[in-house]
């Protein structure tokens, strides 16, 4: 610590860190623009100037930019100086200078950090008599737009899109005040991440495109803490709702996982809430075409069917643990089933068995972005968990970090730490059967089939410890492989095992847990990362369950009467004739989902479920955080959320005292009773009685308008505003609000002054790190198992003669099941190409798998060898998820021209 | 021009970047020495110069707009480049630069329809001394009047035709 | 004429410079080239080097005047084998007004690639680049030749002249931008990147091109090491007349008789320059002010027209020595249009990353276009005054280019205040020498 004085003022600052974090973190306002928590300073604005004094003798000051000082002990500098002010005043006049007054029409309107500053510095005049230089837009594709003119030139956006998350194609292009930022030429944006440029960026230069079409002021919309559910990393995120629809996702901050970063699936993917894939009532279908019924029908309508037989409950991973829960408890533990095939079954069970136990630490993202060697083993991060592949390329900034040390500069004084650096690698050795995007930035990419990454992970646990399981008749090459590897382990300090479910291979997971071990018994802070493949597998996955395999074989045994299938499509799981097979073997089905799913098409009775915006629950993201979501629409009846449905199943049947909740505070804490390893989940978050200063907390803006109006279409009398059982939050305005409420149920950022996203160093008790309100979701695992080895390696993987081994290709945007129903997704997925390994050239393929044959465009990828094929999951095949052999008879170039 | 750049070309610049700590150190010179032979750098051109040394498009773009002496658009067989700096400026290149856009018949910036000239502003060629200075091509004139122009004019308009 | 007869012994940057043809090595040798090199490698430490320059009071010639050894002794004390550093030599050349190093690098570029030399081994580089103007189509073939020379006869290479020395040089054409003459514009320029500046620390000496240690020095200066090193500190000291060492090329641009570059002891007086180098100024025309030392230097009046040119002298009348070629503004042309024309190259060749520069300096070029063509009020002075104000003062901005490109404006609002006023209440373009008219006359 270090002790400043600002304005005359004592201020404690941390160690090392700049004077414009100090004065934020002391509550000064001090406005900035180039500087970012999370970029560092490159003191490009000028906008924080501030007067620093060399003793107190020093009287006469000079005027330095606080972002690019050091807050060293004894620094003396004045904020309210009026040279400084003066200057500062300027900085926005100059920035006012070819900024449009377009505010009116610009959607950063009001949460705009431009026009926060512009206040706080109190330019109010404009003295500028002459023409703005105009800029061409872009169309940069479906997910962000482009208004350059609107550019104040801080530089921020190419920082974040090529320095920090990796991007190539986003740039800056000529001089002086014509600088422009944009792509080379109009066309989608090619990260996955760019969607972060509409909150990086100070103005309205980078707008969320889809949100422009439901467009509606900040101020004007409720917000809610929500999770994100599109991978099992578990990014927090606020949702905002306006008129019952909700409008758009942006960022939550939680200092261990996300951060400042959403994925562009995350953030664009929550589309499916409002698309007309949505179930909206409960029904009877005959011939896939639905019948509407009255809930209380469908009620008798289900307990006549349960005395049809021994009723099968399928959970699954996109629902609340309350909502699996509720499912198991009402069939019975036995007659639960996780809704995952074998061999995805297995694996999943086994990935989340290694993370409850394995000795190695199981890291949080942001911890994962200082470690020094990082070994992804047999998953396409990039694809399955695009947060995480996020995280880990920040390996390389740790890199350039050290180097930094070094030389004595420190971490936040970006380009120098840079240029530092700029011939590194990120640490990161990546071995999968096919090119991933994180291969670029990697210090090497290796390839090799699945069964032999599991061989070789075996080798290298093997070579760190002996006494971790051997592998048998290894090649030269893959012990020199493993040696390479073993040694790049053992020089880090913090190394981190990557690793995951993509190829359902719980050799793979073995191997990786192996080598976690194996480092943890060398003395190393290893860490372990799985990824699982749905937002809540971890959370299924413990709770335990049948596989559909196991399902399948009881309902052609005549014993499943009612099957009911919850937030699930099977056909994802199970090829067109098994599914037949098991639908045409219950007795009845019974589908509870938000959507229409192939699944719920076939259903004899479907019920609507909500989608997670419209109700509240927890789920367990890949690294055991039980995390609460909350709901921001209030729907209307018959929707409600699973776990009701489930309840009002048990109830119609029969069933009272099983489930007699009425809460979810009460589904909650049942869950938390009936699973031992759900214990914590209950301080998730607050629950619905919470008050602060005895007042709840409000979900809407103070200046929220046309409260009635809004449903002036419907009924002009006046409604009390919308309440439910579930939530701590208050659905309109009434209520309060501050910058030390619960960090899990901050429902948007917003302090006097602070309009934008930018508010949040408010919010923080540092500039990066813990939210004032406190801790984000708890871990339900304990810092560490005792685990010991586990697994035998597989034999090498052989290819086949006249069958090729079709390997599952994950997709950032395609294979998301739920997020494909949102529009932004759909745009940005690109058409199902099967790559054939090879040096022929490939036009189509037909490949047959299991019964189905399918005529696919193909290209031959000469990275992949002969015999091998990469096909997108439930692209071309439904169900087609993990690896298997197929028949696949390719069309050459030639003969398709 | 040809769709591909010349391999001599091509074999100079990977040999630059084989000689740089990032192959990107090469990128300057490797668009001026394509520029030196095409006259300008079209867009083919710099996708392949990105590619050769493993920097995306707009990356090299970034750099190539930067800078005041790598074209991106077509010029004229001869490239004028008359000084607009200060020692200029008081010894007169207003005058030449106006007797310069009516002999050619066109603006600042232009080139003329015939594409013989391109006349650009460029600042101070360190020829203060002989002011007003002008470059034309890699030859330098100086000091130039505005009676002189019709002559250099003529003289090169000979050369290249 | 006496001060441009070749003289080694007073004039010994231009002793040799031949722009016609300049010399080959042999040549240069018979003049006296590469005693420098030889003396250095026939047995000086690196450190003695370095404190010989040092002691030499040679200052930077770029226009900053850093003692140059003080600034080699910053580079980390490694040996060529333990770390790559560089040695670059700045000729980007651009600041308008200046023409001193285009003539060195034409007329006798081997006596920088000797300095160059020296320099390499006096701080242990590795590498060597000559940074030049890209417009500089003659200097950069006669470089190129001087280098493959140099080679040939043994003084680049590895194992330089038998010594334990290894030292390779290139020459890098600039793509063409004013700030590419900044020291960390033109090392990031190097890397094939937009040359914007970057901030120090790290200096370039320890953390430079490529991240690693590197010196940037002006052409001018490296031209004065091998003469430094071949005969003597005393020497050196003795051919300046104050405090600094050395022999300094002047130049004067504008309406003068004779224009030019002339090598002058340092201190020598502006009178000097202008009457008897110069020959005076043209008929018909009266010294009105000038810029000491290129764009970037503040306007100093015609009562300076005596006033001795060290590093000292024009920083207390407000100006700054900077590169040493002083721009005569006469009677007859128009101080408003000078400054516009001025401000309109400060403002183009911002690079745009700094606000006060990139969105100010423009502000600035419109009022004064606004004021020369009659249409300025009393409160666009008040602006351009507030402008001049704000961005003037070193550390408002990021790199060194908006304090320069206001030195000429701050005091011309001085000096020709009455100029302003009256354009302003006139209500008519800026009369008196538009350029055009210069002509005419
Ligand atoms: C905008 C700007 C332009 C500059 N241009 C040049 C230049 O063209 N040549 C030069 O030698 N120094 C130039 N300098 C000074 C260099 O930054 C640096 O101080 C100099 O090259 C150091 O060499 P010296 O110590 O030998 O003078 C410029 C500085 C600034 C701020
Ligand atoms: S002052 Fe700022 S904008 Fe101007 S050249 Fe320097 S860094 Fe670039
Ligand atoms: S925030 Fe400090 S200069 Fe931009």
């Known amino acids: 610590m270090a002790t400043i004085y600002i304005d005359g003022r004592a201020v404690e600052a941390r160690n090392g860190e700049n004077l414009l974090q100090a004065c934020l973190e002391a509550g000064t306002d001090l406005p900035y623009f180039c500087w970012h928590p999370e970029l560092g300073s490159v003191g490009a604005c000028r906008q924080c100037a501030v007067k620093q004094f060399q003793n107190a003798d020093d009287k006469r000051g000079r005027i330095v930019m606080a972002c690019m000082t050091p807050a060293t002990e004894g620094a003396i500098i004045s904020v309210d100086d009026?040279?400084?002010?003066?200057?500062?005043?300027?900085?926005?006049?100059?920035?006012?200078?070819?900024?449009?007054?377009?505010?009116?029409?610009?959607?950063?309107?009001?949460?705009?950090?431009?026009?926060?500053?512009?206040?706080?510095?109190?330019?109010?005049?404009?003295?500028?008599?002459?023409?703005?230089?105009?800029?061409?837009?872009?169309?940069?594709?479906?997910?962000?737009?482009?208004?350059?003119?609107?550019?104040?030139?801080?530089?921020?956006?190419?920082?974040?899109?090529?320095?920090?998350?990796?991007?190539?194609?986003?740039?800056?292009?000529?001089?002086?005040?014509?600088?422009?930022?944009?792509?080379?030429?109009?066309?989608?944006?090619?990260?996955?991440?760019?969607?972060?440029?509409?909150?990086?960026?100070?103005?309205?230069?980078?707008?969320?495109?889809?949100?422009?079409?439901?467009?509606?002021?900040?101020?004007?919309?409720?917000?809610?803490?929500?999770?994100?559910?599109?991978?099992?990393?578990?990014?927090?995120?606020?949702?905002?709702?306006?008129?019952?629809?909700?409008?758009r996702t942006l960022n939550r901050y939680n200092e261990d996982v996300n951060r400042y970063f959403l994925c562009d699936r995350g953030r664009y993917g929550n589309g499916?809430?409002?698309?007309?894939?949505?179930?909206?009532?409960?029904?009877?279908?005959?011939?896939?075409?639905?019948?509407?019924?009255?809930?209380?029908?469908?009620?008798?309508?289900?307990?006549?069917?349960?005395?049809?037989?021994?009723?099968?409950?399928?959970?699954?991973?996109?629902?609340?643990?309350?909502?699996?829960?509720?499912?198991?408890?009402?069939?019975?533990?036995?007659?639960?089933?996780?809704?995952?095939?074998?061999?995805?079954?297995?694996?999943?069970?086994?990935?989340?068995?290694?993370?409850?136990?394995?000795?190695?630490?199981?890291?949080?993202?942001?911890?994962?972005?200082?470690?020094?060697?990082?070994?992804?083993?047999?998953?396409?991060?990039?694809?399955?968990?695009?947060?995480?592949?996020?995280?880990?390329?920040?390996?390389?900034?740790?890199?350039?970090?050290?180097?930094?040390?070094?030389?004595?500069?420190?971490?936040?004084?970006?380009?120098?730490?840079?240029?530092?650096?700029?011939?590194?690698?990120?640490?990161?050795?990546?071995?999968?059967?096919?090119?991933?995007?994180?291969?670029?930035?990697?210090?090497?990419?290796?390839?090799?089939?699945?069964?032999?990454?599991?061989?070789?992970?075996?080798?290298?646990?093997?070579?760190?410890?002996?006494?971790?399981?051997?592998?048998?008749?290894?090649?030269?090459?893959?012990?020199?492989?493993?040696?390479?590897?073993?040694?790049?382990?053992?020089?880090?300090?913090?190394?981190?095992?990557?690793?995951?479910?993509?190829?359902?291979?719980?050799?793979?997971?073995?191997?990786?847990?192996?080598?976690?071990?194996?480092?943890?018994?060398?003395?190393?802070?290893?860490?372990?990362?799985?990824?699982?493949?749905?937002?809540?597998s971890f959370g299924v996955a413990t709770m335990g369950g049948l596989s559909l395999d196991a399902v399948c074989e009881r309902a052609q045994a005549g014993q499943v009467g009612t099957l009911v299938v919850m937030e699930a499509d099977l056909t994802r799981q199970l090829d067109a004739s098994a599914f037949d097979t098991l639908v045409r073997s219950v007795r009845h089905l019974v589908v509870i989902d938000h959507s229409v799913t192939p699944t719920a098409e076939r259903g004899e009775l479907v019920v609507p479920a909500t989608a997670f915006s419209e109700c509240g629950g927890t789920m367990i993201s890949m690294e055991g955080r039980a995390q609460r979501f909350l709901q921001v629409v209030y729907p209307e009846a018959p929707l409600q959320v699973s776990w009701r449905w489930v309840r009002d199943f048990a109830h119609a049947s029969g069933h009272e005292g099983v489930l007699d909740w009425e809460t979810l505070d009460q589904a909650v804490a049942a869950t938390a009773a009936g699973v031992p390893a759900f214990a914590r989940i209950v301080e998730a978050a607050p629950k619905a009685d919470y008050e602060l200063e005895g007042e709840h907390i409000r979900s809407q803006t103070h200046r929220v308008s046309g409260r009635t109006a809004i449903r002036a279409n419907i009924s002009v009398r006046d409604i009390p505003p919308p309440t439910s059982p579930d939530t701590p939050l208050k659905s309109d305005m009434e209520g309060t609000y501050t910058t030390d409420m619960p960090a899990t149920l901050i429902p948007f950022y917003q302090v006097p002054g602070w309009n934008s996203v930018q508010s949040l160093n408010k919010f923080q008790q540092e500039i990066g790190g813990e939210l004032r309100g406190g801790d984000v979701g708890v871990r339900v695992i304990g810092e560490r198992g005792t685990a010991g080895y586990a697994g035998v390696a597989p034999a090498r993987m052989a290819l086949r003669e006249n069958e090729v081994l079709l390997l599952p290709e994950y997709r950032a945007f395609g294979t998301g099941e739920t997020s494909m129903w949102s529009d932004p997704i759909k745009a940005r997925a690109t058409e199902a190409v099967i790559r054939v390994g090879g040096d022929a050239p490939v036009a189509r393929v037909s490949i047959q798998i299991g019964a189905e044959v399918f005529d696919v465009p193909a290209v031959n990828d000469p990275a992949l060898p002969l015999g091998v094929a990469l096909c997108p999951p439930h692209m071309v095949a439904r169900s087609y998820e993990a690896p298997c052999w197929v028949t696949l008879r390719t069309i050459s170039a030639e003969a398709a021209a | 021009m040809p769709d591909v750049i010349d391999a001599d070309l091509v074999e100079t610049?990977?040999?630059?970047?084989?000689?740089?700590?990032?192959?990107?150190?090469?990128?300057?010179?490797?668009?001026?020495?394509?520029?030196?032979?095409?006259?300008?750098?079209?867009?083919?051109?710099?996708?392949?110069?990105?590619?050769?040394?493993?920097?995306?498009?707009?990356?090299?773009?970034?750099?190539?707009?930067?800078?005041?002496?790598?074209?991106?658009?077509?010029?004229?067989?001869?490239?004028?480049?008359?000084?607009?700096?200060?020692?200029?400026?008081?010894?007169?290149?207003?005058?030449?630069?106006?007797?310069?856009?009516?002999?050619?018949?066109?603006?600042?910036g232009q080139t003329t329809e015939d594409g013989k000239f391109t006349l650009l502003p460029i600042v101070c060629l360190g020829h203060c001394d002989h002011a007003p200075a002008m470059l034309i091509n890699k030859e330098i004139y100086g000091p130039v009047r505005p009676e002189d122009i019709d002559g250099i004019i003529e003289a090169h308009r000979e050369k290249t035709s | 004429m006496s001060y441009t007869a070749k003289d080694p012994e007073k004039r010994p940057l231009l002793a040799l410079v031949d722009q016609a043809s300049p010399p080959d090595v042999a040549a240069y040798e018979r003049g006296g080239g590469f005693r420098g090199l030889r003396r250095v490698l026939a047995g000086m430490s690196p450190a003695e080097v370095v404190e010989e320059v040092q002691k030499s009071k040679l200052r930077g010639r770029g226009g900053a005047g850093f003692n140059t050894g003080l600034k080699w002794s910053f580079v980390p004390k490694e040996t060529q084998k333990q770390r790559k550093k560089y040695i670059v030599a700045n000729g980007d050349e651009m600041e308008p007004g200046t023409f001193k190093d285009r003539m060195l690098v034409e007329g006798n570029p081997l006596q920088l690639i000797e300095g160059m030399i020296i320099a390499a081994y006096a701080i242990q580089a590795t590498h060597g680049v000559i940074f030049l103007r890209g417009e500089y189509h003659l200097g950069l073939e006669r470089l190129k030749i001087a280098v493959e020379q140099a080679k040939a006869a043994g003084f680049l290479g590895t194992k330089i002249l038998g010594a334990d020395f290894d030292f390779e040089l290139i020459v890098h054409p600039s793509g063409g931008r004013y700030i590419c003459g900044e020291e960390t514009a033109l090392i990031t320029a190097l890397e094939?990147?937009?040359?914007?500046?970057?901030?120090?620390?790290?200096?370039?000496?320890?953390?430079?091109?490529?991240?690693?240690?590197?010196?940037?020095?002006?052409?001018?200066?490296?031209?004065?090491?091998?003469?430094?090193?071949?005969?003597?500190?005393?020497?050196?000291?003795?051919?300046?007349?104050?405090?600094?060492?050395?022999?300094?090329?002047?130049?004067?641009?504008?309406?003068?008789?004779?224009?030019?570059?002339?090598?002058?002891?340092?201190?020598?007086?502006m009178g000097v320059l202008l009457e008897e180098c110069a020959g005076g100024m043209q008929d018909g025309y009266k010294l009105r002010a000038f810029l000491p030392g290129g764009a970037s230097t503040a306007f100093l009046g015609a009562e300076h027209a005596d006033i001795v040119m060290d590093y000292a002298t024009p920083e207390k009348a407000g100006s700054r020595l900077g590169t040493g070629l002083a721009i005569l503004l006469d009677d007859r042309a128009s101080p408003i249009g000078m400054i516009r024309n001025l401000e309109h190259f400060f403002a183009q060749e911002s690079c745009g990353f700094c606000t006060p520069c990139r969105d100010g300096l423009p502000w600035v070029e419109k009022l004064l276009i606004e004021i020369d063509e009659g249409r300025g009020t009393p409160d666009d002075i008040a602006r351009l005054e507030d402008a001049a104000r704000l961005i003037g003062p070193m550390g408002r901005t990021f790199c060194a280019h908006a304090p320069g490109a206001i030195a000429p404006l701050a005091s011309g609002l001085k000096l020709f205040r009455e100029d302003f006023e009256r354009l302003v209440a006139q209500g008519r373009p800026s009369e008196g020498a538009s350029p055009a008219q210069g002509h005419a006359a």
């Open chain 2, 13 to 108: 610049i990977l040999d630059m970047a084989h000689h740089d700590v990032l192959p990107r150190g090469a990128c300057i010179e490797a668009m001026k020495i394509v520029q030196d032979r095409y006259g300008w750098i079209c867009d083919r051109h710099l996708k392949q110069i990105a590619d050769l040394l493993g920097m995306s498009l707009a990356d090299i773009d970034g750099v190539a707009t930067y800078y005041n002496l790598i074209f991106r658009q077509p010029v004229g067989e001869n490239v004028i480049m008359l000084c607009d700096s200060v020692s200029c400026w008081v010894m007169g290149t207003d005058g030449v630069r106006e007797k310069l856009c009516r002999k050619l018949g066109v603006k600042m």
């Open chain 1, 82 to 247: 009026p040279e400084a002010k003066e200057f500062r005043g300027e900085v926005v006049e100059w920035l006012m200078t070819n900024h449009p007054h377009d505010c009116p029409v610009c959607e950063e309107g009001g949460e705009c950090h431009l026009q926060d500053m512009t206040v706080m510095t109190g330019h109010r005049e404009r003295r500028f008599k002459f023409d703005k230089r105009t800029h061409k837009n872009q169309d940069l594709g479906p997910l962000v737009k482009h208004e350059m003119n609107r550019c104040i030139a801080c530089y921020r956006c190419v920082r974040f899109y090529r320095d920090y998350a990796g991007g190539e194609d986003l740039g800056v292009f000529a001089q002086h005040n014509n600088v422009y930022f944009g792509r080379y030429e109009s066309g989608t944006l090619e990260s996955t991440f760019s969607g972060n440029l509409v909150e990086v960026c100070p103005t309205g230069v980078f707008t969320d495109k889809p949100f422009s079409k439901v467009y509606s002021r900040k101020w004007d919309m409720r917000g809610a803490p929500s999770v994100c559910q599109h991978c099992s990393v578990g990014c927090n995120t606020i949702l905002n709702e306006r008129a019952g629809k909700v409008r």
């Open chain 1, 272 to 536: 499916f809430v409002n698309a007309p894939s949505r179930l909206r009532s409960a029904g009877y279908v005959m011939d896939g075409q639905m019948t509407p019924v009255p809930v209380a029908q469908a009620l008798e309508q289900f307990a006549a069917f349960a005395k049809d037989g021994p009723i099968v409950g399928i959970g699954s991973g996109r629902a609340s643990i309350e909502s699996n829960y509720a499912l198991r408890r009402f069939v019975g533990a036995d007659n639960f089933s996780t809704g995952w095939a074998e061999p995805l079954h297995g694996a999943v069970t086994r990935a989340v068995d290694i993370l409850r136990t394995t000795s190695a630490r199981v890291m949080p993202l942001h911890e994962m972005e200082s470690a020094d060697c990082v070994l992804v083993l047999g998953e396409d991060v990039a694809a399955t968990a695009p947060r995480l592949s996020l995280a880990l390329f920040q390996t390389r900034r740790t890199a350039c970090n050290k180097l930094a040390d070094k030389n004595r500069l420190p971490h936040w004084l970006d380009a120098p730490v840079r240029t530092l650096g700029s011939d590194l690698k990120a640490p990161i050795h990546v071995v999968t059967p096919a090119p991933t995007d994180m291969d670029v930035s990697a210090t090497q990419a290796l390839r090799a089939l699945p069964d032999d990454i599991a061989r070789l992970g075996f080798a290298i646990a093997n070579r760190i410890d002996g006494a971790a399981p051997a592998v048998s008749d290894l090649t030269e090459e893959e012990t020199a492989r493993a040696t390479a590897l073993a040694d790049a382990l053992l020089v880090a300090e913090k190394p981190v095992i990557v690793s995951g479910t993509q190829y359902a291979s719980t050799a793979l997971l073995d191997a990786a847990a192996n080598i976690a071990a194996a480092l943890v018994t060398q003395g190393k802070a290893a860490g372990l990362t799985l990824v699982l493949p749905e937002a809540n």
């Open chain 3, 192 to 269: 094939g990147r937009r040359a914007n500046p970057r901030t120090k620390p790290p200096f370039p000496q320890v953390s430079g091109l490529w991240g690693l240690p590197t010196v940037v020095n002006n052409i001018e200066t490296f031209s004065n090491v091998p003469h430094i090193l071949a005969n003597g500190i005393d020497w050196y000291l003795g051919l300046s007349a104050c405090d600094d060492g050395g022999t300094k090329l002047y130049g004067i641009s504008g309406r003068a008789r004779r224009p030019g570059v002339y090598e002058l002891p340092l201190g020598t007086r």
